[in-house]
């Protein structure tokens, strides 16, 4: 039976995608040298080890929407479950091969994990990815074997938070996304109709300013 192991290259965003995409290389060796690898069926968890970094106090301020107030880090602070995504991985004869695993990111600020990286202002992402699926190979006198590939299978890398960034700023360049219920969207488009606002972010610009002089 095959013995798999899986580290990761260095995160590369890919250009030119449909949608913003980090290609994760998969570095798989087998260390039963004399089985040959017909295909692997992967399938792969990705975690944020948020409690694998430190924060600065304007991280902090960025994620309370998250953890809640610094002080209750302590009970808060999770990993988080980023995604779950499947690759198909060709033969190889070797024993080792490498193979790009793509990841397609949203921008949606309703999303934990779009808010985790956005309130970082520096460093790395750390990340978890645990594995499992079924890996078909060769050995002498069979020519086709079929086994299971367990959850202990895992890797860690890390992403810096400037690549994310980069890539954000590629394909939406100087925007964000926010999703709205349909009646708070009707509301801010009455709003802006009503007052002849050009924009959407005029009209945000002149709610925010009036709310701030409610409060002063």
């Known amino acids: 039976m095959p013995d798999l192991h899986i580290q990761i290259g260095e995160t590369k965003v890919v250009p030119f995608a449909a949608v913003p995409t980090l290609a994760f290389p998969l570095e798989i060796a ?99 990815m645990l594995f499992s699926g079924t890996v078909f190979y060769a050995s002498a006198g069979i020519p086709l074997q079929v086994a299971p590939i367990s959850w202990e299978l895992e890797a860690r890398c890390k992403v810096p938070a400037a690549t994310w960034r980069e890539m954000m700023s590629a394909y939406y360049p100087n925007s964000v996304w926010i999703h709205l219920h349909r009646d708070a969207f009707d509301r801010l488009y009455q709003y802006r109709i009503e007052h002849g606002i050009p924009t959407w972010e005029q009209a945000l610009e002149q709610l925010l300013s009036s709310e701030a002089m409610v409060q002063s």
Request: glycine share 6%; proline share 6%; hydrophobic share 40%.
């Open 30 to 128: 087998n260390n039963t040298p004399e089985e040959e690898i017909h295909t692997i069926a992967l399938r792969c968890q990705i975690q944020i080890e948020v409690t694998r970094r430190s924060y600065s106090p304007q991280e902090q301020a960025r994620m309370l929407d998250l953890f809640g107030t610094p002080e209750r880090w302590g009970q808060t602070l999770r990993n988080l479950l980023w995604m779950q995504t499947n690759i198909v991985v060709p033969a190889f004869a070797t024993t080792a091969t490498v193979v790009d695993m793509n990841v397609p990111c949203t921008f949606d600020f309703n999303v934990a994990a779009t808010k985790y990286f956005e309130g970082l202002a520096g460093g790395e992402i750390p990340l978890l």
